[in-house]
């Protein structure tokens, strides 16, 4: 019997290429139908991402109308170009201001009176100065290293003591000249010598030919060129100075920047059109999210041929909720002039599903009511009480009215002096210094003016200029109120409020003198009471409920003043812009609708290509199976040719001997 190498030797039928077109037929059904499975999947997860593209994109212009100062918008303008005014809308209000510029800031400079033969080369004398800057001190040794002109210049620069120092070639000699880095008589120098190796510390010969103070005699140490100055300026006939020519909310929410003396008229308007512009942006986004919508679900009833997402019940949910939120009247403004987006010019053109709308009318309503339009589309809670303020609400806070209960009103941290101050105190430098610390973090090291103050408010009013413009205190966005109580005492309080507020004396030069040698401090208290029945959490003024509370879960309000008991009720309303960001985040955010949907689809995928690896493993068994019964029939063909082959030799053989014996 032969042996067959390959399939077909045996029978010459049943080859590898039959084996071939048998495994192609059995594997093109379910290969076919996985294909246009797997087509069908991805052109929908392409689907699902074009939705939620548009959907997020409508976000962002109703997140800007959620808030309750986007809906204010302001514009100001100058009616001279050298008095620059800008405005932030989330603070301004309309007015008409007068305002005369009559002085510029300008930085302190300086320069030696001495003229020298060589900058890098002639000895300026040894020992140490003190640059003092507004409450800034700075030590600088001057020794060998640093002996002349050049030296002492670059060793001011390197200190960051808050003046530049140089060297001015005069064509005689050179001589130092010194500017103050910041402007604003605030910021004046004053230089003080000590250890000087040649001659006292005062006397005009070496290293204290570079003091300085203001009031010096004038053939003494540096001569003042430039004398620094504040920037002034009459708003409505009020003076203001500042020590920069920038002047930061003088008017809530205005900020001038002045160039030049001279006068002008500030105007400060509403910005309708800028609000308007921004409700047309929101328009915008929702119609091009519908346009997408027609494109993925759409159905052309003349062809007869629906979309993609045609019928999708995802689709149909967001459409649905959509709609719902955006033609709604408004929970909590039923009785309103304005209550719902119809009301303001936004309505819906039912065959094509989007939105128009009618600027104009939107701007008349937002002239006469702005309240309820601010309401409209922001968040806002409507306080019976004019000292309750509403700061926020939570993602779970849900519209509706609730009463507020005050048992423990929010209070300041405070220093008492145990004594009186008198008049008539005279400040030296036995008792020119005061450290206080506050709000718990806050280090503020006060330096008096040195001089007789003919009253006891008098002096409290040289404190408060202190504190008022001291650096660690206006760093940490933190301030302090000096005042006299109705006993003389003088008095110190922090203007936060709750538990973190409070006022300690850290130190002070012959205390008694102010009455500081006996004090009481007292911490603030944080506001405490309920809000709709529920016990709330108090954060100095501010009264919240933790999310997990029923109703007003997450509701911020302020409670101003000192009443406790009932402060009236606050209703909480949640506008149309509110409404719709939540929305779109339940749709596009993790566990939404579009999520659960892609996420869904990709299982499919994943699905599909473990059925095409089963596909595979079953298509390879069935080729092997075709194989081994292939090779079985042509070995059994390969046998019977062989016996057929046998046969007919022996036949063959046999056919001459018949002849012969039939002769």
Same mark, same amino acid.
């Given at each position: 019997?032969?042996?067959?190498?390959?399939?077909?030797?045996?029978?010459?039928?049943?080859?590898?290429?039959?084996?071939?077109?048998?495994?192609?037929?059995?594997?093109?059904?379910?290969?076919?139908?996985?294909?246009?499975?797997?087509?069908?999947?991805?052109?929908?997860?392409?689907?699902?991402?074009?939705?939620?593209?548009?959907?997020?994109?409508?976000?962002?212009?109703?997140?800007?109308?959620?808030?309750?100062?986007?809906?204010? @918008?302001? /514009?100001? *303008?100058? =009616?001279?170009?050298? $008095? %620059?005014?800008?405005? !932030?809308?989330?603070?301004? #209000? &309309?007015?008409?201001?007068?305002?005369?510029?009559?002085?510029?800031?300008?930085?302190?400079?300086?320069?030696?009176?001495?003229?020298?033969?060589?900058?890098?080369?002639?000895?300026?004398?040894?020992?140490?100065?003190?640059?003092?800057?507004?409450?800034?001190?700075?030590?600088?040794?001057?020794?060998?290293?640093?002996?002349?002109?050049?030296?002492?210049?670059?060793?001011?620069?390197?200190?960051?003591?808050?003046?530049?120092?140089?060297?001015?070639?005069?064509?005689?000699?050179?001589?130092?000249?010194?500017?103050?880095?910041?402007?604003?008589?605030?910021? @004046?120098? /004053?230089? *003080?010598? =000590?250890?000087?190796? $040649? %001659?006292?510390?005062? !006397?005009?010969?070496?290293? #204290? &030919?570079?003091?300085?103070?203001?009031?010096?005699?004038?053939?003494?140490?540096?001569?003042?060129?430039?004398?620094?100055?504040?920037?002034?300026?009459?708003?409505?006939?009020?003076?203001?100075?500042?020590?920069?020519?920038?002047?930061?909310?003088?008017?809530?929410?205005?900020?001038?920047?002045?160039?030049?003396?001279?006068?002008?008229?500030?105007?400060?308007?509403?910005?309708?059109?800028?609000?308007?512009?921004?409700?047309?942006?929101?328009?915008?986004?929702?119609?091009?999210?519908?346009?997408?919508?027609?494109?993925?679900?759409?159905?052309?009833?003349? @062809?007869?041929?629906? *979309?993609?997402?045609?019928?999708?019940?995802?689709?149909?949910?967001?459409?649905?909720?959509?709609?719902?939120?955006?033609?709604?009247?408004?929970?909590?403004?039923?009785?309103?002039?304005?209550?719902?987006?119809?009301?303001?010019?936004?309505?819906?053109?039912?065959?094509?599903?989007?939105?128009?709308?009618?600027?104009?009318?939107?701007?008349?309503?937002?002239?006469?009511?702005?309240?309820?339009?601010?309401?409209?589309?922001?968040?806002?809670?409507?306080?019976?009480?004019?000292?309750?303020?509403?700061?926020?609400?939570?993602?779970?806070?849900?519209?509706?009215?609730?009463?507020?209960?005050?048992?423990?009103?929010?209070?300041?941290?405070?220093?008492?002096?145990?004594?009186?101050?008198?008049?008539?105190?005279?400040?030296?430098?036995?008792?020119?210094?005061?450290?206080?610390?506050?709000?718990?973090?806050?280090?503020?090291?006060?330096?008096?003016?040195?001089?007789?103050?003919?009253?006891?408010?008098?002096?409290?009013?040289?404190?408060?200029?202190?504190?008022?413009?001291?650096?660690?205190?206006?760093?940490?966005?933190?301030?302090?109120?000096?005042?006299?109580?109705?006993?003389?005492?003088?008095?110190?309080?922090?203007?936060?409020?709750?538990?973190?507020?409070?006022?300690?004396?850290?130190?002070?030069?012959?205390?008694?003198?102010?009455?500081?040698?006996?004090?009481?401090?007292?911490?603030?208290?944080?506001?405490?009471?309920?809000?709709?029945?529920?016990?709330?959490?108090?954060?100095?003024?501010?009264?919240?409920?933790?999310?997990?509370?029923?109703?007003?879960?997450?509701?911020?309000?302020?409670?101003?003043?000192?009443?406790?008991?009932?402060?009236?009720?606050?209703?909480?309303?949640?506008?149309?812009?509110?409404?719709?960001?939540?929305?779109?985040?339940?749709?596009?955010?993790?566990?939404?609708?579009?999520?659960?949907?892609?996420?869904?689809?990709?299982?499919?995928?994943?699905?599909?290509?473990?059925?095409?690896?089963?596909?595979?493993?079953?298509?390879?068994?069935?080729?092997?199976?075709?194989?081994?019964?292939?090779?079985?029939?042509?070995?059994?063909?390969?046998?019977?040719?062989?016996?057929?082959?046998?046969?007919?030799?022996?036949?063959?053989?046999?056919?001459?001997?018949?002849?012969?014996?039939?002769?």
């Amino acid at each position: 019997m032969a042996n067959i190498s390959s399939l077909g030797v045996g029978s010459g039928v049943l080859t590898s290429d039959l084996v071939d077109q048998l495994v192609k037929a059995e594997r093109a059904p379910t290969e076919n139908r996985l294909a246009r499975k797997t087509e069908q999947t991805q052109a929908l997860l392409s689907a699902y991402g074009k939705l939620r593209s548009a959907i997020t994109e409508l976000r962002l212009p109703m997140r800007q109308l959620s808030a309750p100062d986007n809906l204010k @918008a302001f /514009s100001a *303008s100058s =009616s001279n170009e050298d $008095v %620059g005014v800008s405005v !932030d809308s989330t603070k301004a #209000s &309309r007015g008409t201001y007068s305002v005369e510029v009559t002085s510029l800031a300008g930085a302190q400079a300086l320069a030696s009176r001495d003229v020298f033969a060589d900058r890098d080369a002639t000895s300026v004398g040894q020992g140490a100065l003190t640059l003092s800057v507004g409450d800034k001190s700075t030590n600088i040794n001057v020794d060998s290293s640093n002996d002349t002109l050049q030296g002492l210049a670059n060793a001011i620069n390197d200190s960051d003591a808050g003046v530049s120092a140089g060297v001015i070639d005069t064509g005689n000699g050179f001589q130092l000249v010194l500017s103050a880095d910041e402007t604003g008589t605030a910021n @004046a120098v /004053s230089i *003080s010598v =000590s250890g000087d190796t $040649v %001659g006292t510390d005062t !006397d005009n010969l070496g290293l #204290s &030919r570079f003091a300085f103070n203001t009031g010096m005699d004038v053939d003494s140490g540096l001569r003042e060129t430039i004398a620094a100055s504040d920037a002034v300026m009459e708003i409505n006939g009020v003076e203001v100075t500042r020590s920069t020519n920038s002047f930061e909310n003088v008017i809530d929410g205005l900020t001038f920047d002045i160039s030049a003396t001279g006068t002008s008229i500030i105007k400060v308007k509403q910005d309708f059109g800028a609000v308007a512009g921004r409700v047309q942006a929101f328009v915008d986004k929702f119609n091009s999210l519908q346009s997408t919508i027609d494109s993925l679900a759409g159905f052309n009833a003349e @062809a007869g041929v629906g *979309s993609l997402l045609t019928g999708d019940r995802t689709v149909r949910t967001i459409q649905d909720q959509l709609r719902q939120v955006l033609t709604r009247v408004v929970p909590g403004l039923e009785n309103s002039s304005v209550r719902s987006l119809a009301d303001v010019g936004i309505t819906t053109d039912f065959e094509t599903g989007g939105l128009e709308f009618d600027r104009a009318k939107f701007e008349e309503q937002l002239k006469n009511n702005p309240d309820d339009v601010t309401a409209l589309f922001a968040e806002q809670g409507r306080a019976t009480d004019s000292q309750v303020e509403f700061v926020r609400s939570g993602t779970d806070t849900e519209p509706g009215k609730y009463d507020i209960n005050i048992t423990q009103a929010a209070t300041q941290g405070n220093l008492l002096a145990g004594s009186a101050l008198a008049g008539g105190v005279t400040i030296d430098a036995s008792n020119d210094e005061l450290t206080l610390e506050v709000d718990g973090g806050t280090s503020v090291n006060l330096q008096l003016t040195q001089q007789t103050y003919a009253s006891a408010q008098d002096l409290v009013d040289e404190i408060q200029s202190q504190l008022n413009s001291n650096n660690a205190l206006n760093v940490s966005g933190s301030s302090v109120k000096a005042e006299l109580d109705a006993s003389g005492n003088l008095s110190f309080t922090s203007a936060k409020y709750g538990s973190e507020s409070a006022v300690a004396l850290t130190s002070a030069e012959n205390a008694a003198t102010f009455g500081l040698d006996a004090v009481t401090a007292s911490t603030g208290l944080d506001v405490a009471g309920t809000i709709g029945g529920q016990v709330a959490t108090g954060d100095g003024q501010v009264l919240f409920l933790d999310s997990g509370s029923s109703g007003a879960s997450g509701l911020q309000v302020r409670i101003l003043g000192d009443q406790t008991g009932s402060r009236g009720s606050i209703t909480f309303v949640e506008g149309v812009a509110e409404r719709t960001v939540d929305l779109v985040t339940s749709f596009v955010g993790a566990d939404g609708a579009i999520d659960s949907r892609t996420e869904s689809l990709n299982k499919e995928l994943q699905q599909i290509q473990q059925n095409q690896v089963r596909l595979e493993e079953r298509i390879t068994a069935y080729r092997e199976r075709l194989v081994r019964q292939f090779t079985a029939a042509d070995s059994l063909i390969s046998q019977l040719n062989s016996t057929q082959d046998y046969v007919t030799q022996q036949l063959a053989a046999l056919a001459p001997q018949n002849n012969r014996n039939n002769n």
